[in-house]
C-alpha cells in the first residue's frame, strides 16, 4: 500500500508558524469541501468506512491522530502529530481514525457531502473491491 503524506510549507519565526495549502500547488484534486472534527474523547475512534469516489487530506491540527488504512490487502497505521503534514486519503480505503486528547483533524474534500459514496460495511468493502477489480 502506498502511503502520502504531504508537508506543506511553513512559515515560523519568533511570533508563531503559519502553514500554506494552495490548491492547485499542494493539494491535487479541487476542494470542495472543508471540515473538522474536534472534541472527541480522548481514545475514541470514527470512521469506519471507505468511500467510493472521495479523495480527502487529513491533517491533524493539534494533537495527535492515529489513522488506520486498510485497502482490503494490507493495513497501515500513520500517526499525524504535525499541523503541517497532510496525508492523503484515496478511494477504496478503509479508515479509522484515532484521537487523542484534544486532538484536532482537519479534511479537505474533493467532493460535497454525499451519503451514498460511504461504504459503512466492512463486509461490504471487501465485496466491492471485488467487484471492482472484476469489472478490471
Ligand atoms: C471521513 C473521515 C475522515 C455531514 O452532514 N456533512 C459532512 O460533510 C460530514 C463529513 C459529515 N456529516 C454528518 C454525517 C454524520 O451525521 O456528520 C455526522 C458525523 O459523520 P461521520 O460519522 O461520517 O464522521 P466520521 O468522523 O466517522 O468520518 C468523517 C467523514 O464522514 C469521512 O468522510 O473520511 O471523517
Redesign the pocket.
Known amino acids: 500500500m502506498d502511503i502520502v503524506t504531504t508537508d506543506f510549507p511553513e512559515h515560523k519565526n519568533h511570533t508563531g508558524a503559519l502553514t500554506v495549502l494552495e490548491g492547485g500547488q499542494h493539494i491535487p484534486f479541487d476542494i470542495a ?1 472543508v ?1 473538522y ?1 474536534y472534541e472527541v474523547p480522548e481514545g475514541e475512534i ?4 471507505a ?1 467510493k469516489t ?1 479523495q ?1 487530506y ?1 491533517i491533524c491540527l493539534q494533537g495527535t491522530c492515529e489513522i488506520m488504512l486498510d485497502d482490503g490487502k494490507q493495513q497501515r497505521t500513520i500517526c499525524l502529530t504535525k499541523p503541517n503534514r497532510g496525508l492523503f ?1 484515496g478511494v477504496n480505503m478503509w ?1 479509522t ?1 484515532k484521537f487523542q486528547e484534544n486532538a484536532i483533524l482537519l ?1 479537505l474534500a474533493s467532493a460535497p ?1 454525499e451519503e451514498e459514496d460511504y461504504i459503512r460495511q466492512y463486509e461490504g468493502f471487501l465485496q466491492y473491491l471485488q467487484e471492482q477489480e472484476g469489472m478490471s
Open positions: 469541501r471540515y472534527i470514527r470512521g469506519h468506512h468511500h472521495l480527502q487529513l486519503v479508515r481514525m479534511v457531502y
